[in-house]
Nanobody, 123 residues
């Protein structure tokens, strides 16, 4: 499975950005896909995830109500709409794929990772 993340950039606090993850490979449409992020000097953390069907999603408490994860009908494009951005959302964002049937926050369950896209939120 190959993953390509895009859409990062610089935005002011309160603004919005949309990240996109293109998932390729034979099993792409059946994988759970999640977004993780890593801020400088901090460990990588789970942000949001969506299962293969798109019917089940999960969010970290820090982004719940502000971020929305969706999956298109081909199941190979996963988007993360980020609204109400805060300076603490500044991080490198990674999309990752797991063979788990449902979204999991366990980083060890994700064996395929994209290259990351940088999100910077200015105050």
């Amino acid at each position: 499975v190959q993953l390509q993340a895009s859409g990062g950039g610089l935005v002011q606090a309160g603004g919005s950005l949309s990240l996109s993850c293109t998932v390729g490979g034979r099993t792409a449409a059946r994988d759970t896909v999640s977004w993780f992020r890593q801020a400088p000097g901090k460990p990588r953390e789970f942000v949001a995830g969506i299962n293969w069907s798109g019917r089940s999603t999960a969010y970290s408490d820090s982004v719940k109500g502000r971020f929305t994860i969706t999956r298109d009908s081909t199941k190979t494009q996963v988007s993360l709409q980020m609204n109400g951005l805060k300076p603490e959302d500044t991080a490198m964002y990674y999309c990752a794929a797991s063979r788990a049937l449902e979204t999991t926050t366990r980083e060890s369950a994700y064996v395929n990772w994209g290259q990351g896209t940088l999100v910077t939120v200015s105050s």
